[in-house]
């Protein structure tokens, strides 16, 4: 079956066969990392739909909205190599009314985190994802664990919701380095790239570590080493359900979890670690 391209919920309607679906939601700019999420799925479902959407709502002001690296065609290409069945192209026009007004609250766990230093940032990511739930109608969602808050957000929405859909996290994918895969990677230089690097290094020596304590000492002091182009945002270490911090005594997994500024991009990673003996 050749790949189909929707524009609209209409096209969608009449790409979609029997069969079980699964949906791999995008900004584009896909690489290595967004094709671990689409073989996943085609492994969870008949039909794989692929959504590139660069959504305007998960942006606040000052952000890279207008520069987000946008390639279309390429990621096109990919699609078709990983035997995509229909790639879901909105415009924001199609995708939000001019007069909209409803949108999805991501209550107080959106409002920690990830969601402290981008306010509203949840509130645009699960409008989108739900809007596309409900255009799709997948099965099956498959999500980044490098996205660890937001996968626990769509969860959270689906559980309080009653959404009919199974959320499936897929392990983050990283260069032979250990930076993570991200669309914005491709704003750092060479030199800011190694910079980069320590944010690995910094989850992974604190992993090794048995108590919430000594993991974070452990991590912190592999920033604090940094070289001063690094911009620490935050480094958390949380319950993965509702991403609040941990103390000790603590025994099971959590998520550390951080975000830094390398330049002039923003760059965030995390790992699970299990804390415990």
């Known amino acids: 079956m050749d790949l189909i391209l929707a524009r609209n919920?209409?096209?969608?309607?009449?790409?979609?066969?029997?069969?079980?679906?699964?949906?791999?939601?995008?900004?584009?700019?896909?690489?290595?990392?967004?094709?671990?999420?689409?073989?996943?799925?085609?492994?969870?479902?008949?039909?794989?739909?692929?959504?590139?959407?660069?959504?305007?709502?998960?942006?606040?002001?000052?952000?890279?909205?207008?520069?987000?690296?946008?390639?279309?065609d390429a990621d096109l290409a990919a699609c078709r190599e990983e035997g995509v069945d229909v790639v879901f192209a909105p415009a924001a026009g199609d995708m939000y009314l001019p007069d909209r007004q409803v949108s999805v609250c991501a209550g107080e766990m959106g409002r920690i985190v990830e969601g402290a230093s981008r306010p509203g940032h949840f509130d645009g990511m699960l409008t989108v994802v739900l809007k596309l739930f409900n255009l799709v109608r997948p099965d099956v969602a498959v999500f980044g664990q490098k996205d660890a808050q937001q996968l626990s957000m769509i969860r959270r929405m689906v559980a309080d919701l009653d959404v009919p859909v199974?959320?499936?996290?897929?392990?983050?994918?990283?260069?032979?380095?250990?930076?993570?895969?991200?669309?914005?990677?491709?704003?750092?230089?060479?030199?800011?790239?190694?910079?980069?690097?320590?944010?690995?290094?910094?989850?992974?020596?604190?992993?090794?570590?048995?108590?919430?304590?000594?993991?974070?000492?452990?991590?912190?002091?592999v920033l604090a080493e940094a070289p001063p182009e690094l911009e620490?945002?935050?480094?958390?270490?949380?319950?993965?359900?509702?991403?609040?911090?941990?103390?000790d005594p603590y025994e099971g997994e959590a998520v550390l979890a951080v975000a830094a500024k390398v330049g002039a991009t923003r760059l965030i990673d995390n790992m699970v670690v299990r804390l415990g003996r």
């Open 9 to 72: 919920r209409t096209d969608l309607i009449k790409a979609r066969g029997g069969g079980t679906l699964a949906l791999v939601p995008t900004m584009g700019a896909l690489h290595e990392g967004h094709r671990s999420l689409i073989r996943l799925a085609r492994d969870r479902a008949d039909h794989v739909v692929v959504s590139v959407f660069v959504n305007p709502l998960q942006f606040g002001p000052g952000e890279d909205y207008s520069r987000y690296p946008r390639t279309f």
């Open 166 to 221: 199974e959320v499936v996290g897929a392990p983050t994918v990283r260069e032979p380095d250990g930076l993570a895969l991200s669309s914005r990677n491709r704003y750092l230089s060479a030199g800011e790239r190694r910079v980069a690097l320590a944010l690995s290094r910094a989850l992974r020596a604190g992993a090794g570590e048995p108590t919430p304590a000594r993991v974070r000492a452990a991590a912190s002091k």
């Open 232 to 247: 620490l945002d935050y480094l958390v270490l949380v319950d993965p359900a509702t991403f609040t911090e941990v103390s």
